[in-house]
């Protein structure tokens, strides 16, 4: 069945997911069960160098529906919420968040979990949970492993929004840009990544996420381990440096 309120494209191996449910882009249940379906459809495949989210009209998203968390629905919501974050964190390819407008609540735990961040400089990041006596689960999670035990609870106990250069600054997203040129520095990442193997790409994300609670001795050993083994498994890392030494461009097999 065709979502409602997404759309999924594809460009050779780049997907991007659109949120399209303006102005605001309200994530409803619905919307998030058509996230899950969607998201889950992508895993598996070996042909995706990555996913693209973004939204439109002039606001990313401000969150899931505040109707959906009343105590009839809440169960459903809070079940189909942490289904969407476990596919999408679980996504092989890189993922990439283009975010325009605000990304409050819901929609800043979207573009969070995204392995990079790309916002225009007018972006506003917060979740605000805790202004209707909750708080966001999701962000939870994911803010201390961003900022850090304070700068996370400074966010989620005052529900603060933040703009975009200052989210860039406390590292909760890669960039921000003027507005203007968000699409065309959306494009030219997509160029770079275009550029490079996407197993390898596929394999140093897997890698960095299995490690990163590890202590560090215990992940430098393990780390090296996975260079010999999956990484030099491939055939492109080969490719890559023959390539350079020889001073010519790879020619990537992927694989």
């Given at each position: 069945?065709?979502?409602?309120?997404?759309?999924?494209?594809?460009?050779?191996?780049?997907?991007?997911?659109?949120?399209?449910?303006?102005?605001?882009?309200?994530?409803?249940?619905?919307?998030?069960?058509?996230?899950?379906?969607?998201?889950e459809a992508l895993h598996g495949g070996t042909d995706l160098r990555l996913l693209v989210i973004a939204a439109?009209?002039?606001?990313?998203?401000?969150?899931?529906?505040?109707?959906?968390?009343?105590?009839?629905?809440?169960?459903?919501?809070?079940?189909?919420?942490?289904?969407?974050?476990?596919?999408?964190?679980?996504?092989?390819?890189?993922?990439?968040?283009?975010?325009?407008?605000?990304?409050?609540?819901?929609?800043?735990?979207?573009?969070?979990?995204?392995?990079?961040?790309?916002?225009?400089?007018?972006?506003?990041?917060?979740?605000?949970?805790?202004?209707?006596?909750?708080?966001?689960p999701v962000a939870m999670v994911l803010l201390p492993r961003l900022v850090g035990l304070r700068r996370a609870?400074?966010?989620?106990?005052?529900?603060?929004?933040?703009?975009?250069?200052?989210?860039?600054?406390?590292?909760?997203?890669?960039?921000a840009v003027p507005g203007a040129q968000l699409a065309d520095e959306a494009a030219r990442l997509i160029s770079?990544?275009?550029?490079?193997?996407?197993?390898?790409?596929?394999?140093?994300?897997?890698?960095?996420?299995?490690?990163?609670?590890?202590?560090?001795?215990?992940?430098?050993?393990?780390?090296?381990?996975?260079?010999?083994?999956?990484?030099?498994?491939?055939?492109?890392?080969?490719?890559?440096?023959?390539?350079?030494?020889?001073?010519?461009?790879?020619?990537?097999?992927?694989?």
């Amino acid at each position: 069945m065709r979502p409602e309120f997404l759309r999924l494209t594809r460009d050779g191996d780049v997907a991007t997911l659109t949120l399209r449910r303006p102005p605001l882009n309200i994530m409803t249940l619905e919307m998030v069960a058509e996230l899950v379906q969607v998201i889950e459809a992508l895993h598996g495949g070996t042909d995706l160098r990555l996913l693209v989210i973004a939204a439109e009209g002039e606001v990313f998203s401000a969150g899931v529906d505040v109707a959906d968390h009343t105590a009839d629905r809440v169960g459903r919501m809070i079940a189909l919420v942490t289904r969407k974050f476990q596919l999408l964190l679980g996504l092989e390819c890189p993922t990439l968040a283009v975010v325009q407008g605000t990304a409050l609540g819901g929609g800043c735990e979207l573009a969070l979990a995204c392995d990079l961040v790309l916002a225009a400089e007018e972006a506003v990041f917060g979740q605000p949970e805790i202004s209707l006596g909750v708080w966001a689960p999701v962000a939870m999670v994911l803010l201390p492993r961003l900022v850090g035990l304070r700068r996370a609870l400074a966010l989620l106990l005052t529900g603060a929004r933040i703009p975009a250069p200052e989210a860039e600054r406390l590292g909760l997203i890669t960039a921000a840009v003027p507005g203007a040129q968000l699409a065309d520095e959306a494009a030219r990442l997509i160029s770079t990544l275009r550029e490079l193997s996407a197993p390898v790409l596929r394999s140093c994300k897997a890698t960095v996420r299995e490690h990163l609670d590890q202590p560090i001795a215990q992940a430098l050993e393990a780390v090296g381990q996975q260079y010999l083994g999956r990484l030099m498994a491939l055939e492109d890392p080969h490719e890559g440096l023959a390539a350079f030494l020889e001073k010519r461009r790879p020619r990537w097999r992927q694989r």
